[in-house]
């Protein structure tokens, strides 16, 4: 497959919706770009205004009609070499610059003062390879949030119709292999196993994707009843408003990513809260299920609130947003490894006192927990609510 390229450090600056933003896309072992991100933080620290900004960057695609003057550096690797590339946000066209533009005296004030987009040519003129440069091709971008459905920019259809046209296809695609000249001596149930078994309107690997997603609730995917195509473990139809507005959208998601058209350029793929009204044993299995599908890599960068979807992140996938007094926003890989228990990560990559997710129940064995986490503790804020606990158990 063709390489899109490799992005590996954005800035973003004199944004209305983001303060200065310098976000380190690279893995820590390699130096290479990550091809997974997920971003956390507390509410209000701009997450999801973040991400918006890189499927921007990335994509070239506006999330929203511009009216201010931000723009963004984009550091990526073309070809195998390292460039810059100054993109206003809104606009497709920009400035390419040598990376040595890292090492001039006024990149070190980029934090402070900014220049406007118009002055970047002049200030870093020794700097610069290209004036106008178009954007660079990506892979085909989706966007999914609690409101919105994007790919490549468009809005996608409700699952219904999603389905609606999908089982349409099918039928049609069956009716031309039922008069194939090599099957019509077959049998009809002949013709429906080579159909299930050589054809992609078939939908084996959606089939297989949703049978997987759906597998803990007991339900059944079969794409080859008029009916269908979600039952129950006794053959009886769930009908679609039956499954519940957070898992339909889930299915959509899922849906528009695995049957996505060929492309020669890898799938990028933008999550702004996939965990949102889900049941948590969903939202552990679902990042690791857009990974499985066979012959892709896709790019994922995610925005959750969800330890259980930051869970399945290496520590060096995560970026912790952290908000200053002066409203500055900085960045820290994460801490706890991947996979690691809820505690662990509430504690270490959300800041959340250890005590948090421990029961609050009374007795000896809530305690003796309290008590070890105290030893474990070096915060001096978290060990007085650690002792305070301790103290209001053994009240009662």
Same mark, same amino acid.
């Given at each position: 497959?063709?390489?899109?390229?490799?992005?590996?450090?954005?800035?973003?600056?004199?944004?209305?919706?983001?303060?200065?933003?310098?976000?380190?896309?690279?893995?820590?072992?390699?130096?290479?770009?990550?091809?997974?991100?997920?971003?956390?933080?507390?509410?209000?620290?701009?997450?999801?205004?973040?991400?918006?900004?890189? +499927?921007?960057?990335?994509?070239?695609?506006?999330?929203?009609?511009?009216?201010?003057?931000?723009?963004?550096?984009?550091?990526?690797?073309?070809?195998?070499?390292?460039?810059?590339?100054?993109?206003?946000?809104?606009?497709?066209?920009?400035?390419?610059?040598?990376?040595?533009?890292?090492?001039?005296?006024?990149?070190?004030?980029?934090?402070?003062?900014?220049?406007?987009?118009?002055?970047?040519?002049?200030?870093?003129?020794?700097?610069?390879?290209?004036?106008?440069?178009?954007?660079?091709?990506?892979?085909?971008?989706?966007?999914?949030?609690?409101?919105?459905?994007?790919?490549?920019?468009?809005?996608?259809?409700?699952?219904?119709?999603?389905?609606?046209?999908?089982?349409?296809?099918?039928?049609?695609?069956?009716?031309?292999?039922?008069?194939?000249?090599?099957?019509?001596?077959?049998?009809?149930?002949?013709?429906?196993?080579?159909?299930?078994?050589?054809?992609? +309107?078939?939908?084996?690997?959606?089939?297989?994707?949703?049978?997987?997603?759906?597998?803990?609730?007991?339900?059944?995917?079969?794409?080859?009843?008029?009916?269908?195509?979600?039952?129950?473990?006794?053959?009886?139809?769930?009908?679609?408003?039956?499954?519940?507005?957070?898992?339909?959208?889930?299915?959509?998601?899922?849906?528009?990513?695995?049957?996505?058209?060929?492309?020669?350029?890898?799938?990028?793929?933008?999550?702004?809260?996939?965990?949102?009204?889900? +049941?948590?044993?969903?939202?552990?299995?679902?990042?690791?299920?857009?990974?499985?599908?066979?012959?892709?890599?896709?790019?994922?960068?995610?925005?959750?609130?969800?330890?259980?979807?930051?869970?399945?992140?290496?520590?060096?996938?995560?970026?912790?947003?952290?908000?200053?007094?002066?409203?500055?926003?900085?960045?820290?890989?994460?801490?706890?490894?991947?996979?690691?228990?809820?505690?662990?990560?509430?504690?270490?990559?959300?800041?959340?006192?250890?005590?948090?997710?421990?029961?609050?129940?009374?007795?000896?064995?809530?305690?003796?927990?309290?008590?070890?986490?105290?030893?474990?503790?070096?915060?001096?804020?978290?060990?007085?609510?650690?002792?305070?606990?301790?103290?209001?158990?053994?009240?009662?």
């Amino acid at each position: 497959m063709s390489e899109t390229p490799a992005v590996k450090r954005i800035l973003v600056l004199r944004d209305h919706r983001l303060p200065f933003v310098d976000l380190d896309l690279t893995d820590s072992e390699t130096g290479n770009s990550s091809q997974e991100i997920c971003l956390i933080g507390p509410n209000g620290s701009g997450k999801s205004a973040l991400l918006a900004r890189l +499927h921007e960057a990335i994509t070239g695609i506006p999330r929203w009609i511009e009216s201010g003057e931000g723009y963004c550096l984009l550091r990526l690797t073309l070809e195998g070499e390292d460039l810059y590339l100054a993109k206003r946000f809104g606009e497709r066209d920009g400035h390419v610059f040598r990376v040595s533009i890292e090492s001039s005296e006024q990149w070190q004030s980029l934090p402070v003062n900014a220049p406007s987009f118009d002055e970047l040519r002049e200030i870093f003129a020794e700097h610069l390879v290209l004036g106008s440069s178009p954007g660079f091709p990506t892979g085909t971008a989706f966007w999914f949030d609690a409101e919105r459905h994007l790919v490549d920019g468009d809005s996608a259809p409700e699952l219904g119709p999603f389905l609606e046209r999908l089982l349409r296809a099918r039928e049609e695609a069956f009716h031309q292999f039922l008069r194939a000249p090599e099957n019509r001596e077959k049998t009809v149930a002949e013709v429906e196993r080579d159909f299930e078994s050589s054809s992609p +309107h078939a939908l084996p690997v959606l089939r297989d994707f949703w049978s997987r997603l759906l597998q803990p609730l007991g339900i059944r995917v079969e794409f080859g009843r008029t009916d269908g195509p979600f039952f129950n473990a006794k053959g009886g139809l769930i009908p679609l408003e039956r499954l519940g507005h957070p898992l339909r959208l889930t299915l959509l998601r899922t849906g528009l990513f695995v049957v996505r058209e060929a492309d020669e350029f890898e799938p990028i793929l933008f999550l702004d809260g996939p965990e949102d009204g889900l +049941h948590p044993e969903l939202c552990t299995k679902l990042i690791p299920l857009y990974r499985s599908l066979a012959g892709a890599t896709p790019q994922i960068l995610v925005a959750t609130q969800s330890p259980l979807i930051a869970a399945g992140f290496a520590p060096s996938q995560r970026r912790r947003l952290q908000v200053g007094p002066n409203d500055e926003v900085t960045f820290a890989r994460g801490i706890a490894p991947k996979g690691a228990s809820i505690d662990e990560v509430l504690r270490d990559d959300f800041g959340l006192a250890y005590s948090t997710s421990v029961p609050k129940t009374t007795g000896a064995p809530a305690a003796a927990r309290l008590k070890r986490a105290i030893r474990e503790s070096e915060d001096e804020d978290e060990l007085a609510d650690l002792i305070d606990e301790v103290i209001s158990i053994r009240k009662f």
